[in-house]
Nanobody
Framework: QVYMVESGGTSVQPGGSLRLSCAVS????????LMWARQPPARGLEWVSNLNLRSGNQYYRDSIKGRFTINFDSAKNTLYLEMNNLKPEDTAVYYCAAGRYNVNCYHTWCYETPRGQGTQVTVSS
């Protein structure tokens, strides 16, 4: 059973930076994508970013382009989300996932790996 453990969330002021981490217990050979999703307060799940492990291609939702960067350290089996110039609308619980396909989940969890506990990011002055 694969599990993913998110960490690094905290409270930060607008314009600040954070780096989220996701420890991956194991990757199966046919899992080509790693993802980040988030759930803002009182709203449904929304896709954030995907990374293709084979090609290195990165995919981002429009509202975070140029501010967030997804990357993976294979030596540590850890996925990261570097977040800069954070805005109040980035406030959410952030989750990571893995799978075979370039999937973007909205409203409900549809990823192949189970939903973890997530890590809370709060952007507020």
């Amino acid at each position: 059973q694969v599990y993913m453990v998110e960490s690094g969330g905290t409270s930060v002021q607008p314009g600040g930076s954070l780096r989220l981490s996701c420890a991956v217990s194991a990757l199966t050979p046919n899992w080509e994508y790693l993802m980040w999703a988030r759930q803002p307060p009182a709203r449904g799940l929304e896709w954030v970013s995907n990374l293709n492990l084979r090609s290195g291609n990165q995919y981002y939702r429009d509202s975070i382009k140029g501010r967030f960067t997804i990357n993976f350290d294979s030596a540590k089996n850890t996925l990261y989300l570097e977040m800069n110039n954070l805005k109040p609308e980035d406030t959410a619980v952030y989750y990571c996932a893995a799978g075979r396909y370039n999937v973007n989940c909205y409203h409900t969890w549809c990823y192949e790996t189970p939903r973890g506990q997530g890590t809370q990011v709060t952007v507020s002055s």
